[in-house]
């Protein structure tokens, strides 16, 4: 029982990790209609300028991540102006999703090139301490990673109901055209949604790479890489669905590791393969994801 419990709580502390990464996805795809298949790239971008700006440049935790969640913000921003938006002007979503790919590819190997064998840390202040509580020990580093995203996603939900921008969004995503002639401004809003979904990445990256991982290295980019089905879980339009997505990417993924002697038969490692077979099995039965609104289609 203690283990079960252990392994709920990491579980939902790294599925409420996955769901600020998904988040990024759903708000991008919300205000553009674009798929970003780059966001772990932006996550290892701006995770990376924040461990070496601790590690390699000698400045503080509480310096080195404000700068490296500008990094991520900006070069999102920058993407949106320079490539998505030669898209946006010819309605080409299917291009600009399929060309954040080979953008998500060019990043990873500068990033991964700059990193080498290093192992990074970004000096975080709970570090390796474990809080003991009803007989199981969990890293603090797990209990504020869940603590801190459950505050961001509300803080989120709570922005986009009643801020102009939130309004703005909605508005957009419903129809962008009847959107623009009320005098939003598409561009605006999708540069801001895309910054925004490059500081949610960076927050995620902060706890992903935190203990009980041993740092940055190159292979963090396959656990980002795991937050693409956790949007497309719940549904490429639904905030609410990137946070249930997350939670049960995160649950699939510690529960099939924890239970790994019993699910041999699957093959080792099937813990990194488990969230995307979930995927698989939820859209055989609901294409649009568990809170993605099924498009109706005249013929």
Known sequence: MAQLLSMLVEGASLGAVYALVALGIVVIYKSSSVVNFAQPSLLMFGTYVTASAYSLHGLSF?????????????????VDRVLVARFRRTQAVVAASIMTIGLDVVLLTEVDRRIGSQILTTG???????????????????????????LLLVLFQLWLH?????????????????????GIRLGRVSATAWAVAGALAVCAGLFIVAYPSPGLDTSVEAVALRALPAAIIGGLDSTTGAIAGGLLVGLSEVLVRGYGDHL??????FEETAPYVLMLVILLARPAGLFGIREAVRV
Do not use: C, K, Y
């Open 62 to 78: 509480w310096a080195a991540l404000p700068l490296g969640i500008a990094a991520a913000a900006v070069l999102a921003v920058l």
């Open 124 to 150: 975080d202040p709970w570090g390796n301490d474990v809080v003991r509580f009803l007989g199981i020990g969990v890293a603090e580093a797990r209990i504020a990673a869940l603590v801190v995203s459950v």
């Open 162 to 182: 009643r801020s102009d921008f939130g309004v703005a969004m909605r508005a957009t995503a419903e129809d962008p055209e009847t959107a623009s002639l009320m």
């Open 264 to 269: 041999a038969f699957l093959g080792q490692g």
